[in-house]
């Protein structure tokens, strides 16, 4: 059975940092694409990043891009979304994912696999 399970998230203070973690079992992590996504209430399911299973090669949505690192720990079948200097837009639901497409799928159609998310809280 394929799963994906979040954690880390909880409540920090803005310029503070968060690190989470994606944990795989069913399936080989390097095997595939693994991205991370946000979601708040009424809107949206959003790309944040990921990495991708051929190359690692990475994405990052401009919103986060200089403030948030995406790395694989292959002997863990573990994915990290490091995130700081976090401001209160980034308050969310975040969700990692895992897709068989090469290279770095944005859309959430392109990940077959999703976790049950974790809640990320940032106060101002």
């Known amino acids: 059975e394929v799963q994906l399970v979040e954690s880390g998230g909880g409540l920090v203070q803005a310029g503070g940092s968060l690190r989470l973690s994606c944990a795989v079992s069913g399936f080989t992590s390097e095997d595939y694409t693994i991205g991370w996504f946000r979601q708040a209430p009424g809107k949206e399911r959003e790309g944040v990043s990921c990495i991708g299973s051929s190359d690692g090669s990475t994405y990052y949505a401009d919103s986060v891009k200089g403030r948030f690192t995406i790395s694989r720990d292959n002997a863990k079948n573990t994915v990290y979304l490091q995130m700081n200097s976090l401001k209160p837009e980034d308050t969310d639901v975040y969700y990692c994912?895992?897709?068989?497409?090469?290279?770095?799928?944005?859309?959430?159609?392109?990940?077959?696999?999703w976790g049950q998310g974790t809640q990320v809280t940032i106060s101002s």
């Open positions: 994912a895992a897709s068989l497409r090469v290279g770095v799928p944005k859309a959430t159609y392109d990940y077959a696999y």
